[in-house]
């Protein structure tokens, strides 16, 4: 599952060099993926009518087909022809320059060396951490919240579940919406992604903590939709954008790894918080997003004041 993530992250990082249009296209692949999440089980209850083994014969069959059709028709050697002219434009640019050393030369035509690598990786550091924040909070509202639901409103398990699964769906449609609007219509910069994304997500744990009415609660994921459809693009985009063109795969590949970490310790610890309260899970949430808006505004803070 995590190699189509970094090919379709790599892709997008290395064909599109605007802000904008990354941020655009990973909304846009976002939603395509919220919908196949919302789809597919469906699709799956549908075809169990079939037999056990349906569904996961439609899976291969469909997944081969994907496959034939992006390699018959993926054009990956325009990306090798560009790369390859600028290396030659670069190499008759440092030639012909007479004030240009040969070994400052040669080094320049190297793709980039380790120390430039881990001064990227550094750069990107901020963004990585934001990733996994955001997926942390996917995973601590998804362990935590049936649970949450049945302590905190005093219902029983099968009332739980049925509003359970009723937020699963507000935060589904919330989600897809808003990734649509943002890829067709909404030309958000990176910063109007980061404040809409880590307000709503504010705003929905706090409502998540004091509310006491069920309905209340169910709207506070709409919110969740929301910071989740602006916050994915935005620190997949800052991230792509903090490293050179050579690094892209490899960033791309540690902003899945942000994914996978938050799997492997989410439900470690938000299962702990919420042995010891069962409204740790969400005073930790914001503690960590407050945290990152203040780095974030002071960062834009001295960035303005370096331009002044």
Known sequence: MAMPQIALQTYVMSQFSEEQQRSQNMAKFGALNSMGLILGPLLTTLLLGWGILTPLWAAIVLLSCISVYIFIQFDHSSTTTNHSANNK?????????????????????????????????????????????????????????????????????????????????????????????????????????????????????????????????????????????????????????????????????????????????????STGLYQMNQQFPYIFLIVMFITLSLYFLASQYSKRSIAV
């Not at 550091?125 to 909070?137: D, E, N, Q």
């Not at 935590?144 to 398990?157: L, N, P, R, V, W």
């Not at 359970?164 to 943002?182: D, E, R």
Request: with cysteine; proline share 3%; aromatic share 12%.
């Open 89 to 269: 434009i670069s190499k008759k640019q440092n030639i012909d320059d007479p004030h240009i050393d040969k070994n400052e030369s040669l080094n320049s035509t190297l793709p980039f060396n380790k120390d430039d690598q881990s001064f990227a990786i550094r750069n990107s550091l901020i963004w990585l951490i934001l990733g996994f924040s955001v997926y942390l909070a996917i995973v601590t509202l998804n362990l935590t919240a049936g649970f949450y639901i049945q302590d905190h409103f005093k219902m029983s398990i099968q009332q739980s579940a049925i509003y359970f699964s009723q937020c699963s769906l507000i935060v589904g449609i919330s989600l897809v919406t808003v990734q649509i609007l943002i890829s067709k219509y909404f030309k958000w910069s990176i910063q109007r992604l980061l404040s809409i994304g880590i307000c709503s997500m504010l705003l929905g744990l706090v409502i998540s903590i004091y509310t006491n009415q069920m309905i209340v609660f169910q709207l506070a994921y709409i919110l969740y939709g929301i910071s989740v459809a602006c916050l994915i693009p935005a620190f997949t985009t800052g991230a792509s954008q903090s490293v050179p063109q050579d690094a892209q795969a490899k960033i791309a590949g540690l902003c899945t790894a942000t994914q996978a970490l938050s799997f492997v310790f989410g439900p470690v610890l």
